[in-house]
């Protein structure tokens, strides 16, 4: 998979727009900062402390992308005149096999820009190419996971059309309480 691929979400009346890009070193300071907030780093394995931490994770998106089988994205507002701003989240296509039928989505939204929709619009994006490039060749679900005390990733899900389809059982260590599972198919 080429991983020159840019995505868009369109700006609205109050947001700006937002790009989404394979990760890039010059995201690293903007990556370190986000990983410093509690709340993202009980919800997601991102322990990125410092440069090195930062060249892992690198390599690990890298790695998806070359492998073909994840597909992360580094999400930034656009800048009036196109630029790019400040960086606000990550978005992801995961567990992707070749003609397999399933794939998983994640996401997190840096604590400054929170409640403003970042997730949902980045992951409507993100779902429409994963079924545009994919979908030919047999995806036809993503799931969505979060744990049930994780509202707002919920919210996240109902917003995007990722409907409720069952609880899923705990399975510590990993998943110490009963998750969610929300589906979206194409068309959905
Ligand atoms: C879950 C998460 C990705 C939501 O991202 P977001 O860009 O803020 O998404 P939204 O703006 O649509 O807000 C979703 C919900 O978050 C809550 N929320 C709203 N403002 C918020 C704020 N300032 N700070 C934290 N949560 C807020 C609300 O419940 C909101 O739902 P609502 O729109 O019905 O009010 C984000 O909270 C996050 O990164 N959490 C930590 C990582 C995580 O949980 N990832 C998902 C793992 S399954």
Redesign the pocket.
């Known amino acids: 998979m080429n991983s020159s691929v840019t995505l868009r979400a369109a700006a609205t009346q109050a947001l700006p727009a937002l790009v989404l890009r394979p990760w890039s070193a010059r995201d690293i300071p903007s990556l370190i900062e986000a990983c410093r907030d509690p709340?993202?780093r009980?919800?997601?394995s991102h322990q990125v402390d410092d440069e090195a931490g930062g060249a892992r994770w690198l390599e690990t998106q890298r790695a998806g992308w070359a492998g073909g089988e994840r597909f992360s994205f580094a999400v930034l507002e656009e800048g009036p005149g196109g630029e790019e701003g400040p960086l606000v989240?990550n978005t992801a296509l995961k567990g992707v096999t070749p003609g397999g039928p399933a794939a998983e989505v994640?996401?997190?939204?840096a604590?400054h820009?929170?409640?403003?929709?970042?997730?949902?619009r980045a992951l409507e994006v993100l779902t429409e190419w994963a079924f545009g490039t994919f979908g030919p060749e047999g995806l036809e679900r993503l799931d969505l996971?979060?744990?049930v005390d994780?509202?707002?990733?919920c919210?996240?899900a109902s917003?995007s059309g990722y409907a409720f389809d069952r609880v899923l059982p705990a399975t510590p260590p990993a998943f110490p309480r009963d998750g969610h599972l929300h589906v979206r198919r194409p068309g959905d």
């Open positions: 709340v993202l009980r919800w997601t989240g994640g996401y997190w939204t604590a820009a929170r409640g403003k929709g970042v997730a949902p996971l979060h744990q994780n509202p707002a990733s919210r996240v917003k």
